[in-house]
């Protein structure tokens, strides 16, 4: 049966001398890659790693993340990638509820680690360096000596591996558990958006995250792609690799794209080789889609939603669609999987009606780890409830404009945070922008814009609103304004409830 690791090393009998993996100066061909990954699968086995086992991964994008992954696919381990940004007492958290027997980290996460190991409790786990940090015990000491075959371990397609960690944008995460038939189908969706064994992907994107490593990293290895590794997003950087290494698929979060654009010589670079831009997991203002079509017209982009239960399955838009309709987030359900938009008792909604967007398919997780009641509201009669409120035109765009938790009611009417946040987003002196509300004794919900400025520029919200009433009905228009930087969580989506908080408190 097919598994991630199995696949890897189907790729390295296939083509054993293409590049794999590039991250900094160090290449990797396919039979390097799986021989070292073949290491850290013996190692963990030293450390009495074993199948079901969960094996905590904390790391920057690197080569070592990437092997430890695979490592601990190899021996029937569940990986559990986490955030290289969490805090000390935010790791204890993911840690405990996982159940992780090890947790390998490196690049920059030696201080959380460190005060992590100064809590009290101290965390269960045994904890090992990737990368020689004093004071822990180093696994990479552990692999040389390692045997570079295939370990001893029977894993199948319908084993456990993974739990990759909700965003937490509305509180703790929650784990999602995948199987590697759930994963390896996630490929197949790929491939049918285009990517193939010959392209090279650059990796900018946080690599512990769902959409980055399920949608690019697992389905490009799975498929035999070449990987290069950044371990960072900054925009010049990203611009020379794509140049260098004739990168042809990349995924980028809109952030990442809208700061690319700010490079005046983007347009002179030869990006020739340059032919899938992938771009999602948080909306883009149109006006940024047309720039950056405008920009960059030999690269075919693809909008792609979904979200991390889903594997991350949902809806894509193609590059015509793209190119017809920058507003909507979506057009057709990707390969394997069914969409719809549904009222509170489940039924489909009309054309132009908003519903909650459910999804079922084969990269559906099994369900959150060890929370059965929060499985069950979310997984309903075989399909995914997204949260996610949307509506379908009659040409079959979908746009997503909230989350259902997000929508605000004042004075009785429905007003769809991202549709006013894409008509002040719109506002030449507007860098970033937030849709919230505050509690109002007389409309219920008052709606609140929290807006980061164009570097030296002013905005007020009597300007906002003349700008704004041009695109959205007058009882849409904010009623108060709030400037400081939008919180966002590494896929980029906004931290609504951490706005919500200290609008309702002001």
């Avoid at 092997?67 to 381990?77: D, I, M, P, S, T």
């Avoid at 030696?110 to 809590?119: E, K, P």
């Avoid at 309709?325 to 999987?337: F, K, L, M, Q, V």
């Avoid at 906002?464 to 919180?487: G, N, Q």
Wanted: charged content about 25%; overall charge negative.
């Amino acid at each position: 049966m097919a598994t991630l690791g199995g696949q890897l090393s189907i790729n390295a009998r296939r083509h054993p001398d293409r590049c794999a993996l590039v991250f900094g100066e160090t290449e990797r061909t396919y039979r390097e890659l799986d021989a070292d990954i073949n290491r850290y699968a013996h190692a963990l086995l030293s450390l009495g790693v074993g199948k079901g086992d969960r094996v905590a991964v904390l790391s920057p994008n690197s080569d070592r993340f990437l092997l430890a992954l695979y490592g601990a696919f190899k021996v029937g381990a569940i990986a559990v990638p986490l955030n290289p940004r969490a805090t000390a007492r935010e790791l204890r958290y993911l840690l405990d509820d996982s159940g992780a027997c090890v947790l390998l980290f490196g690049g920059d996460t030696d201080g959380a680690v460190r005060s992590l190991t100064q809590l009290d409790p101290e965390p269960t786990a045994r904890i090992y360096s990737l990368d020689g940090a004093s004071g822990f015990d180093d696994f990479i000491r552990l692999t040389p000596n390692m045997p570079n075959d295939e370990p001893p371990v029977e894993v199948v397609e319908d084993d456990d591996c993974m739990i990759i960690y909700t965003s937490g944008t509305t509180g703790a995460p929650k784990g999602a558990l995948f199987d590697h038939h759930r994963l390896l189908w996630v490929g197949h969706s790929m491939s049918a958006l285009g990517l193939n064994s010959f392209d090279r992907q650059l990796h900018v994107a946080p690599m512990y995250h769902c959409a980055e490593l399920v949608l690019m990293v697992l389905a490009g290895f799975s498929m035999g792609t070449t990987h290069v590794v950044l371990p960072a997003f900054e925009p010049r950087a990203v611009v020379d690799a794509l140049e260098r290494h004739r990168v042809t698929a990349f995924l980028g979060v809109p952030t990442m794209y809208q700061l690319l654009l700010t490079l005046p010589d983007l347009p002179d670079r030869d990006l020739s080789a340059w032919r899938l831009g992938f771009f999602g997991a948080a909306p883009m203002p149109p006006s940024a889609v047309e720039k950056l079509v405008a920009t960059l017209p030999d690269v075919g982009f693809f909008q792609l939603c979904g979200q991390t239960e889903g594997g991350p399955t949902g809806i894509y838009s193609t590059p015509d669609d793209v190119k017809a309709r920058p507003d909507a987030t979506g057009r057709w359900a990707i390969t394997n999987a069914e969409v719809r938009l549904v009222d509170p008792d489940g039924n489909d909604v009309a054309v132009g009606e908003t519903g909650e967007m459910i999804v079922r398919g084969e990269t559906i997780m099994k369900g959150y780890w060890n929370k059965r009641d929060a499985t069950a509201e979310t997984l309903r009669g075989g399909w995914l409830h997204s949260g996610d409120l949307a509506v379908r035109d009659a040409d079959g765009y979908i746009t997503i404009v909230d989350r259902l938790k997000d929508m605000i009611i004042t004075g009785g009417r429905n007003v769809y945070s991202v549709e006013v946040e894409n008509a002040l987003a719109a506002h030449p002196d507007v860098l970033d922008v937030a849709i919230v509300s505050r509690l109002d004794d007389t409309f219920g919900e008052t709606i609140v814009a929290v807006v980061t400025p164009v570097e030296g520029r002013e905005v007020t919200l009597h300007d906002l609103r003349v700008f704004a009433a041009e695109h959205v009905s007058d009882y849409k228009l904010p009623r108060d304004l709030v400037i400081r930087s939008i919180p966002r969580n590494p896929s980029g989506k906004i931290l609504k409830h951490v706005l919500r908080a200290e609008v309702r408190t002001q």
